[in-house]
């Protein structure tokens, strides 16, 4: 017997749908109506460049100092202007 069956036979209400975890709808309004861009979305967006752009600065300062100072010390390279990095 399946289980709608069983159910319905002893009187019990039809099992509820669980949730599949899908995300709720995004009931923020769209910035353009033609546009299938909500302001959330918008505003995710920009938190997540910046956040990138902060990583991404990060980077290259850390390439910065490895390049200057750290490969030179450890003789890994010479500098083009033949000056000699000192701690």
């Known amino acids: 017997m399946g289980e709608a069956k ?3 036979s ?4 039809p099992k509820g ?3 599949s975890g899908a995300r709720p709808a995004d009931t ?4 353009v109506p033609w546009l299938p861009l909500s302001r959330n979305q918008a505003d995710r967006f920009v938190k997540l460049t910046t956040n990138a752009a902060w990583v991404g600065i990060g980077a290259l300062v ?3 100092v490895a390049v200057r100072f750290i490969g030179p010390a450890a003789g ?3 500098l083009a202007d033949g000056r000699v990095a000192r701690f």
């Open 6 to 8: 069983r159910r319905s």
């Open 10 to 13: 002893q009187g019990l209400p």
């Open 17 to 19: 749908i669980k949730s």
């Open 28 to 31: 923020s309004p769209r910035i």
């Open 62 to 64: 850390l390439f910065w």
């Open 76 to 78: 890994w390279w010479t």
